[in-house]
């Protein structure tokens, strides 16, 4: 505590800070630092590097050599310091821009720090010595949820930034911004629509639109990709069925992929979501999945392009949805082409805050494998709240050996908001997904010190370190406080209905599907709560290899943060703690209120170091968040107390509304918006 008011005091001392609006996101350098670059020839690509040193490099000259070498991957590099020069060695030209870029985070990473009375993290200059870096993925890819309307589907950060009406006459500067952007974290491809398709992507009109951005993004190593609607051959071409084994339908695609190479050459492929929520797919032709993405591949495989076909389906055919992945994937291993990746999210059910890995993951060991995280915040509180997800995707990673994996994809959150994300926070998100992807041995704190440093404090003045120290911690705490105030100990989907933003774990919405109603996965009753996957239950522990089997299926041995999705605990169980599972929840609701308040305490003590724009607009919203955190905690543990029937511990803080007064509470946004101050404040 007296540390922290030395730093309040502190801060106060400082004068002011000249104005930002986020738009610059971590690529805030100077642009006069005229450096010395020699360069083995001219071209779009090396221009760019070019551009990017002499204007942000300020050490030693920079020479960039394209240069074949056993030990780089195509967009790897080598950076050598002899004789006080720098040489720059990748074989290709795009390997040379990742350096040009890698250099420049070195350089603004320099003297990053924790206060003195702690031991210093801070790095000396990689640059006196050699540095190989090589991506551990051929493909880092984001996936856009863009509707040809502009509107972006779980989008929190305004319309799409592809303006389709314009295009291809009007180019926005904002697109070579993203190519930028995504060149400077090791990104290199993009799907641009939303995996619900609209067939009129793939019409010519679209594709001269969609060639137009590819044009803008091939120098920054960014190829272009759609997602298809599967009955594209109904819908576009008048054809009467999409039967992947009929002949026309065959032929359709092949034309289609033709007709695509000749306007985009270095088009990358299809991403596809089939047979899930009302999507088309081959099993509506009584064709397996395999079926539907052999075909598709197929056509693309005469010009390198390849298929991502999600895995994300679930019917009602089984009593666990967590399962459905699983069972209609895993029996299809091996039977698909070799440029098809199978593209399965990270948790069995649907992004939710906290979810064991998909046991789908190592089950195909035939079939080459991608991971599908999602950096927008569906269920992590829209970019009203502040939560850093490089701690999601590392504990995923610490089940999922990166090397069993042949890609990575990221659902972005990227939209026409002046800093991009909506949240300010939510910037991390994209770039730590990015650095992951290169690198997904990078920890979770190693990429939060990096984004905080080119983002909002300056490693070079001394003064910064405390403060920045203070918000890295709070950054590294934000996710685990997110998954405390809304659903710990493994409960999932308590949200309502539709949107997905802010809890109601009673809702019951007549004649809609059982596996959307939170009481599906809660199943509190007088007995208890949770879901029972154990051999008691619907044995979806028995789709993990058989260690995990036999931690996951016995509740006492199940992990606190697993127990509520494997096992239906009694209210009385006795948790790790020590302590019931109803006290247990109560602390953890409670705790995750707390923390969020403790956010608001340390984000203050940034006032004088950051910009009044973009301090201010995280201070606006950690007040949202501290009151939705309420909200979470009340709604949950009132409504679940009608089960228990169990009094909160002392401790815990007491609720401030009333349970009926909480069933009222309708929210007047759709899956496309954000909430704003104004809605939530009149909520009733």
Known sequence: MKKLLSLFLLSCLLGPVSAEDGSRLWLRQSTDAHAQITTPRQSPTLNIAVRELKQAWKG?????????????????????????????TSPSET???????????LQEMQNFGKPADQEATGKPSETDREITENPAYDLRILNHWDNLDRSIERGYAGKSLWNWEELPGTLSDRYEAYARANASIGINATVLNNVNASSKI?????????????????????????????????????????????????????????????????????LVKANSEGQPGPCDFNRTHAEGA????????????????????????????????????????????????????NGPVDFQPREPYSPLFGAMPRTPQM??????????????????????????????????????????????????????????????FGRMAWNPSLTSGTIAEEWLKQTFFDASNPKHAPIAYEIHNMMM????????????????????WGHHYGPEPWCDVPGARPDWMPSYYHKADKQGIGFDRSHTGSNATAQYPDSLCRLYDDIRTCPDEYLLWFHHAPWQHTMQSGRTLWDELCYRYDHGVQ??????????????????????????????????????????????????????????????????????VKLPIDNHECPTPKMLNERR
Request: hydrophobic content about 45%; overall charge neutral.
């Open 60 to 88: 030693l000259p920079v020479t960039l050599v394209l240069k074949k070498d056993k030990q780089l991957s195509s967009e790897g590099f080598r950076i050598r310091q002899v004789n006080g020069k720098l040489t720059v």
């Open 95 to 105: 390997g040379l821009l990742y350096a040009a870029y890698h250099l420049i985070r």
């Open 202 to 270: 793939l019409s010519a009109e679209y594709l001269e639109k969609v060639k137009a951005l590819a044009d803008i993004f091939r120098p920054y190593g960014i190829k272009v990709y759609l997602s298809i609607n599967f009955a594209s051959p109904m819908q576009l071409g008048g054809l009467s069925t999409a039967d992947p084994l009929d002949k026309d339908v065959i032929a359709w695609w092949k034309q289609k992929a033709k007709e695509i190479y000749r306007t985009i050459p270095d088009f990358g492929g299809f």
């Open 294 to 345: 052999n075909m598709l591949a197929d056509a693309l495989k005469p010009y390198k392009g390849i298929v991502m076909w999600r895995a994300f389906v679930y019917s009602p055919t089984d009593a666990d949805r967590a399962k459905q992945a699983y069972l209609e994937f895993q029996p299809l291993d091996g039977q698909f082409r070799d440029n098809v990746i199978v593209q399965i999210k």
């Open 371 to 432: 991971v599908e995280f999602q950096i927008t915040q569906e269920y992590l509180g829209f970019s009203n709240h502040l939560a850093y997800l490089a701690p999601m995707w590392e504990e995923f990673f610490d089940f999922v050996k990166p090397s069993s994996l042949k890609a990575i994809a990221g659902v972005a959150n990227i939209g026409t908001d002046t800093n991009w994300c909506g949240h300010p926070f939510a910037q991390a998100n994209w770039y730590a």
């Open 477 to 496: 705490e934000s996710r685990e406080a997110v998954v405390d105030y809304m659903m710990p100990l493994g409960l999932h989907h308590l949200f309502a």
């Open 595 to 664: 923390q969020v308040r403790s956010f608001q305490k340390k984000w203050d003590l940034a006032e004088n170091y950051i910009d009044a724009e973009r301090f201010k607009d995280v201070q606006s919203r950690l007040k949202i968040q501290a009151r939705d955190a309420v909200w979470w905690k009340d709604a949950c543990l009132l409504y679940f107390q009608e089960f228990s029937g169990m009094r909160a511990p002392y401790e815990v803080e007491r609720p401030i509304h009333e349970l009926d007064d909480l069933k009222q």
